[in-house]
């Protein structure tokens, strides 16, 4: 039977998810639903190394995130994170920020980000 004038409707449900790593179940990967979550803290950035770009006289620092602690239950990452500024005008933003850690940030869609530091992967600490 050909499709004609067929509507098919998918519903992706919503619900704060943590995904454990599969070689180290203590880090994890923070959605909303489908969408991955982003930590923004530029504190965290720290020195790994140096490189030298070709043809550069000097060396340069080479920077990567030092991954972000969070201490909470991780199969329960809404008892951690609230939603932060979630309405903006006429639509849901999915923004987040976390709550009762020593340093609270905010973790927005992955697809947001744009000139941020940020990190998708959270150590997760009863």
Partial sequence: MPWKKNTVHVELPR??????????????GLMDGP?????????????VG?????????????YAIDGLTLFG??????KFLTPDNEREWFYWRGDYRT???P???????????????YTVYFEIKE
């Fill in 35 to 47: 969408v991955v979550l982003a930590g923004l803290n530029p504190a965290q950035w720290k020195t």
């Fill in 99 to 101: 709550m009762g850690q």
């Fill in 103 to 117: 340093a609270d940030f905010r973790l927005i869609p992955l697809y947001e980000v744009r000139d941020e530091e």
């Fill in 73 to 78: 239950d991780a199969a329960h990452p809404e």
């Fill in 15 to 28: 619900a704060l998810v943590s995904v454990p790593l599969p070689d180290d179940p203590k880090i994890v």
């Fill in 50 to 62: 140096h490189e030298k770009p070709a043809g550069a006289k000097e060396f340069r620092p080479n």
